[in-house]
């Protein structure tokens, strides 16, 4: 979900990939670490900077850092700006390139104010999966664009998915979905809508070739980032309802499906500590850590145990809207898309 602020920076930095490989680009950094608990430090390096690696988009989305594997190239980074249709590529020595576009409606005309792909991620094949507005589906496409895009799921029960916002891959061969409005040219009074806000599984291939969509979660006003814990034994539900932030933890069954939730961050945590609005995407590191999108920056949650909420150690204060986040590098660097920005935080974390 877009929300506008003031350019500080837009168009600064759309150029940086002309440096040469030897150079070391000066990065303008921005916000600040605010440290709550002591755990932050193991976390966190002190002196650890916000650096703005490129600006002037209308709003980034989406982060996903790929690896290289066999056959194909990587260590890039590929994140949407769903505005404006396009998935971009950013390198250290290249910069910010066009990747895709249109990214995430292939149709005629305006659609919305949001039509193109969302939140993105790597499956275990390698292929780039993405959750489309305009085309209101989740799809999959090799990464070199050969034989096109695939579509994994487009509709629930022969009704028109609404605008699939974000996508987690499990190793079994299914994935996990949120599909709130936003991307719907009128949001939830869109009167081509034809479901309710819910959270999805695409199940792995069948017998007869096919693949099935089932309804995981139906009780979210506003699921949007999605992820899994390291051991994919639980599966995280961000919410972005400003009224209601939430996220949840659904401990996962055997069949795929998920069991009762468990609130490990609501509105009284986020009050306390001076934060607003609703929660966007998340990513997890190895220790199970949640780094998650919200309150202008990103907050990091440690687990507990037990069925209270997780521990709050702090939040990276970039200082406007902060839509998502991803590992990339060697696992411990942090990439951020926030509104018009792509930024990046080095850790002493490991991603998952």
Known sequence: MRIQSPALLTGL??????????????????????????????????????????????????????????????????????????????????????????????????????????????????????????????????????????????????????SPNDVVAHSSGSYYFTDPPYGMPNREKDTTRELGTNVYRISPVQADGRRTVSLVVSDLTRPNGIAFSPDEKTLYVAQSDGSNPLIMAYPMQADGMVGKGRVVIGKEQMTKQGLRGGFDGMKVDQAGNIWATGGGGVVVLAPTTGTGPYDFLGHIRVGGATANCAWGDDGSTLYITADMYLCRIKTTAKGF
């Open 13 to 162: 930095l759309l150029t940086v990939g002309s440096l040469s490989v030897a150079q070391t680009p000066n990065y303008p950094s921005i916000g600040q670490v605010v440290r709550t608990d002591a755990r932050i430090d193991n976390l966190i390096p002190k002196d650890a900077k916000i650096d703005v690696l490129a600006s002037g988009f209308v709003w980034s989305e989406g982060p996903v850092w790929v690896r290289p594997r066999a056959g194909q190239e990587g260590n890039f980074l590929l994140f949407s700006d769903v505005p404006q249709n396009t998935i971009y590529k950013w390198t250290e020595k290249e910069g910010i390139t066009t990747f895709l576009k249109p990214s995430g409606y292939t149709g005629l005309g305006r659609y919305s104010d949001e039509p193109g792909s969302n939140g993105l991620t790597i499956d275990p094949q390698g292929y780039l999966v993405a959750a489309e507005h305009g085309d209101r589906r989740i799809s999959r496409m090799p990464l070199n664009g050969q034989n096109g895009k695939q579509t994994l799921a487009d509709g629930y029960q022969g009704k028109r998915l609404s």
